[in-house]
């Protein structure tokens, strides 16, 4: 039967991924009970009467369950971001974008501005832009982390743009958004800014950076499952009711259904980020990206961006190579023993392949300095192929330290979620 081959890959995967340390900075853990959203038979319904509008109760599959969303999700992300008005609709970041480009970006042959992928920008703004028929300048930059703001108020200055639309994907320092926001508002206060904070998500959401809406842009939004710990989904924030409305109108043939089950998930995950303490997790993922690259630059590394103390968000991004190690094979020797990174080869103004390490994954789970120290070393001994035989062990030693994750806390409900999702297939179906 081909379903004991599917389940079976299913099964082994998650045996890799419990043995291992997951360093990728656009992904994130959830709790058990997030999960559990995620089996539900909510997943496979649709809400469409967010007004509660008791003539409108044609698809009536949420009707007893609508609470999550109305009661909890939106309420707390409305006191997270500091925001009067939230869209929990997006699909991801990416869908995020595209509502925003559509509502915000102007008429066909409208003039935007956006981050250049040498700056980090992500590579999909500009032809996404393009496809709605907008116009697309880059903020002027000075290398591949900073922006040349003489050069933006020129810009800003000589062209009548309709929004800013500011995405660093690629982001070890934020752009001085005050200063943006300054220049462009001086300029013509009917541009809009808009934020896309995907990968910082939880860093902003965590007061360990500044509130977009509070540095004076009209909006901000993104994926909730990168440095924030929730399903895969995206959101927008606002405190512009006329911003709010025309992304609520455009939404009704851009998102059909807005995926009830990550909705569900997305409740609990900003349930457990307010109440247990997600603005100290925020914290000590930059206090624990600060202390990886430094002590991978102790051993002797090229951790990029030493000047600027390295980085100031969950980001590292190092190469292998000056110690005579190609950082490709590094990546494939720390994935075989445990380590799962991401090797890039276009990271902006870089020319070599590089590893993106993020922390924010290992921080929720509980890691503060005393972890990454011997997370660093793990990484430093597979890397230079010493003593491979007792890593394993080590891994394990480490992860089981890691029991202090961010959220609620039920051995109970975490041994049933897990067992559920790690049975066999020969336990469900049986030996032939």
Not at 133 to 159: A, C, H, T
Not at 176 to 200: C, F, P, Q, R, Y
Not at 362 to 372: H, M, N, P, Q, S
Request: glycine letters at 6%; proline letters at 3%; a negative charge.
């Amino acid at each position: 039967m081909r379903i004991k081959e599917i389940l079976n890959l299913i099964y082994n995967n998650e045996l890799k991924m419990n043995n291992s340390i997951n360093l990728v900075s656009s992904e994130n853990q959830m709790s058990s009970y997030a999960k559990l959203a995620l089996m539900s038979d909510s997943y496979n319904r649709y809400f469409f009467n967010p007004d509660l509008n008791p003539d409108s109760w044609n698809f009536q599959g949420c009707k007893s369950i609508y609470e999550v969303e109305t009661k909890f999700c939106i309420p707390i992300l409305k006191r997270l971001a500091c925001a009067e008005f939230v869209n929990i609709r997006p699909l991801s970041g990416l869908s995020c974008m595209m509502l925003i480009l559509n509502s915000l970006g102007g008429d066909p042959g409208s003039k935007i501005m956006t981050v250049s992928p040498m700056q980090g920008g992500h590579y999909a703004t500009e032809s996404l832009a393009k496809s709605f028929g907008l116009y697309v300048d880059f903020i002027p930059g000075i290398d591949g982390q900073s922006f040349d703001y003489k050069k933006l108020e020129v810009m800003i200055n000589r062209e009548n743009y309709s929004l800013i639309y500011i995405d660093q994907s690629y982001c070890l320092f934020p752009i001085d958004l005050e200063k943006v926001v300054g220049i462009v508002k001086n300029a013509n206060k009917k541009t809009l800014v808009h934020v896309d904070v995907s990968h910082t998500m939880g860093l902003v959401l965590g007061e360990a950076l500044e509130n977009p809406l509070k540095q004076g842009a009209d909006s901000f939004g993104g994926s909730t499952h990168k440095t924030f710990p929730g399903p895969q989904k995206g959101i927008f924030c606002t405190n512009s009711k006329e911003l709010a409305d025309i992304v609520k109108k455009n939404q009704f043939f851009m998102i059909s259904h807005h995926h009830f089950g990550e909705v569900l998930s997305l409740g609990i995950s900003l349930s457990e980020f307010e109440e247990c303490d997600g603005k100290h997790y925020a914290k000590q993922v930059r206090l624990n990206a600060k202390q990886f690259a430094n002590c991978m630059k102790e051993r002797g590394y090229d951790v990029k961006f030493k000047e600027r103390g390295f980085t100031e968000t969950h980001q590292i991004w190092m190469s292998t190579a000056n110690i005579g190690i190609d950082t490709y094979e590094a990546a494939m020797r720390l994935f075989d023993r445990g380590i799962i990174t991401n090797v890039l080869y276009d990271l902006p103004m870089i020319d070599e392949a590089t590893l993106r390490i993020g922390v924010n994954e290992f921080t929720w789970l509980g890691a503060c300095e005393k972890e990454v120290e011997e997370l660093v070393d793990i990484i430093d001994t597979i890397i230079r192929g010493k003593d491979t035989e007792q890593i394993g062990v080590r891994i394990q030693k480490l992860k089981k330290c890691l029991n202090k994750p961010y959220c609620y806390k039920d051995k109970k409900m975490s041994a049933l979620v897990n067992e559920f999702i790690n049975i066999s297939i020969y336990d469900v179906l049986g030996e032939d």
